[in-house]
């Protein structure tokens, strides 16, 4: 999982909200509807979709696909999150938590930010636990003046 664009609610009419807004998205659920998980309904109803397939650990590549998909459908995501019904909106960015580090950093720029507040969504970082292989892959990586994410990693 990279970054997803989450849509729900407890009330949200999700047939509603995909018969006005014509907007390809991944995964359907409705309220009720078993999970995957024996013995479990899914509480909400929503959607989802893909905004980047970039790798768990290449946040400035998720990041940057993110700024793009905003600019191209931050209009209609933005009547989205305002569709009665809809609880949560937000982008959701899976990244690397490396093994070994006390502190990890992600770096949103104010353009990503202001895109995303304009789209009038939230942003979500979840952290999933790596290697300690992926960590010194991703130190080998360069960084840019800024010295965005993989500069911003502090060794134990």
């Known amino acids: 999982m990279s970054c997803v664009l989450n849509i729900s609610g407890e009330s949200l009419d999700i047939d509603a909200l995909l018969s006005e807004h014509a907007f390809d998205f991944d995964h359907v659920w409705k309220k009720g509807e078993p999970r ?18 970039a790798e768990i650990d290449d946040f400035d590549q998720q990041v940057a696909d993110a700024t793009e998909f905003l600019e191209k459908y931050g209009a ?43 789209s009038g969504i939230s942003v979500e970082i979840s952290h999933y636990a790596c290697s300690a292989e992926n960590a010194e892959e991703q130190l080998a990586a360069p960084t840019d003046a800024i010295g965005q994410e993989q500069a911003s990693i502090i060794r134990k």
């Open 36 to 53: 995957i998980l024996k013995g479990k309904f899914c509480p909400t109803s929503g959607a989802n979709v893909l905004v980047s397939d």
């Open 76 to 118: 209609v995501i933005a009547k989205i999150a305002s569709f009665p019904g809809v609880e949560f909106a937000g982008l959701d960015f899976g990244v690397a938590l490396n093994e070994g580090y006390v502190a990890q950093c992600s770096y949103l720029p104010p353009e990503f930010i202001r895109i995303a507040a304009t």
